[in-house]
T-cell receptor, first 118, second 112 residues
Framework: KAGVTQTPRYLIKTRGQQVTLSCSPISGHRSVSWYQQTPGQGLQFLFEYFSETQRNKGNFPGRFSGRQFSNSRSEMNVSTLELGDSALYLC?????????????????FGPGTRLTVL | DAKTTQPPSMDCAEGRAANLPCNHS???????VYWYRQIHSQGPQYIIH???NNETNEMASLIITEDRKSSTLILPHATLRDTAVYYCIVSPPETSGSRLTFGEGTQLTVNP
């Protein structure tokens, strides 16, 4: 079974621009979560999507948004980029939404997209 | 979620056992201990989890103290490819990983 894939792997943008990142979950997985990882802040949860609906959201400004399609693929968008948005953006997929499976819902992470804002 | 404390770095010789400690003195009764690792420039990878009994899988063993205030991840025969940052996380099972809080972790370096 193919793993979680993310595109592009590397991206360079300038301040004020916007960017869209893409994530394809493992086949059959319906939950997709996004994380931001920076050296100073560590790994921070952005949001989780399940069945095309945002189910959980972390503490990020409205410039960060996302969506999920009917095939469970997900995109996240960052508008009006700031220098501090430079980070590794990770996508993770799970078979179930939290609290619904009664089991330990292991997350499978993709390789990430390295975004650099100049 | 309960806070965890891990040493910032550890070294291990290739072929020897790597024992990574984690303190979680404020762990609640329904919280599990999860371990993930992140190899440089890759996404985190799930390793193992446990509640109160020791657990073993093909990757590692997890030893949880009787009072559950600390645990140790054991890689029985460390290889160079095990060099990574190892994260210890405690969380209720219903969190499903979406809100797992990754701390600073332990940078394990396996030396030849």
């Amino acid at each position: 079974k193919a793993g979680v894939t993310q595109t592009p792997r590397y991206l360079i943008k300038t301040r004020g621009q916007q960017v869209t990142l893409s994530c394809s979950p493992i086949s059959g997985h319906r939950s997709v979560s996004w994380y931001q990882q920076t050296p100073g802040q560590g790994l921070q949860f952005l949001f989780e999507y399940f069945s095309e609906t945002q189910r959980n959201k972390g503490n990020f400004p409205g410039r960060f948004s996302g969506r999920q399609f009917s095939n469970s693929r997900s995109e996240m968008n960052v508008s009006t980029l700031e220098l501090g948005d430079s980070a590794l953006y990770l996508c993770a997929s799970s078979p179930y939404l939290r609290g619904t499976s009664g089991s330990h819902n292991e997350q499978f992470f993709g390789p990430g997209t390295r975004l650099t804002v100049l | 979620d309960a806070k965890t404390t891990q040493p910032p770095s550890m070294d291990c010789a290739e072929g020897r056992a790597a024992n990574l400690p984690c303190n979680h003195s404020t762990i609640s009764g329904n919280e599990y201990v999860y371990w993930y690792r992140q190899i440089h420039s890759q996404g985190p990878q799930y390793i193992i989890h446990g509640l109160k009994n020791n657990e073993t899988n093909e990757m590692a063993s997890l030893i949880i103290t009787e009072d559950r205030k600390s645990s140790t991840l054991i890689l029985p025969h460390a290889t160079l490819r095990d060099t990574a940052v190892y994260y210890c996380i405690v969380s209720p099972p219903e969190t499903s990983g979406s809100r797992l809080t990754f701390g600073e972790g332990t940078q394990l370096t396996v030396n030849p």
